[in-house]
């Protein structure tokens, strides 16, 4: 019984090992959570991301499990490490991005990239 609690106990002091420098750190930074954010950001339209592949997605993991709050995509352009995020989802369908901000941690180490869909090459802020 020791070992499994050692072993378990081991595990779960390695989790925030493995989390995305980029997301956790502009979650911490600006406050992003499942219920919006805590620090402004300006709203803004979506990145043109068609003018080259210097762009990288990555969703903002939501511990929270809250099914009607907001969830966040990051889009970093890798070469100005400038960030915009969107904002989906809550009580009104909300289709927001925000940014662009400078990325606090830009690291990419064991962050999951999603792919950029095409409605990312779109300019306008809302659908």
């Known amino acids: 019984m020791k070992k499994i609690a050692l072993t378990v106990a081991m595990a779960m002091s390695t989790i925030p090992a493995f989390a995305c420098p980029l997301t956790q750190s502009l979650a911490e930074h600006y406050g992003i959570?499942?219920?919006?954010?805590k620090v402004a950001i300006?709203?803004?339209?979506?990145?043109?991301?068609?003018?080259?592949?210097?762009f990288v997605?990555?969703?903002?993991?939501d511990e929270s499990h809250v099914s009607d709050g907001f969830?966040?995509?990051?889009?970093?352009?890798?070469k100005t490490?400038?960030?915009?995020?969107?904002?989906?989802?809550?009580?009104?369908?909300t289709y927001q991005w925000v940014g662009p901000v400078d990325a606090v941690d830009p690291s990419l180490k064991n962050c999951r990239l999603e792919p950029t869909p095409a409605v990312l090459k779109s300019t306008s802020a809302r659908p």
Do not use: C, Q, Y
């Not at 959570?33 to 954010?37: R, T």
């Not at 300006?42 to 210097?54: R, V």
């Open 81 to 93: 490490k400038k960030v915009w995020i969107l904002r989906t989802s809550g009580f009104i369908s």
């Open 33 to 37: 959570s499942f219920s919006g954010f």
């Open 42 to 54: 300006p709203e803004t339209n979506a990145p043109d991301t068609a003018s080259g592949d210097s």
């Open 57 to 61: 997605r990555v969703v903002i993991s």
């Open 71 to 78: 969830r966040h995509t990051v889009v970093m352009n890798t």
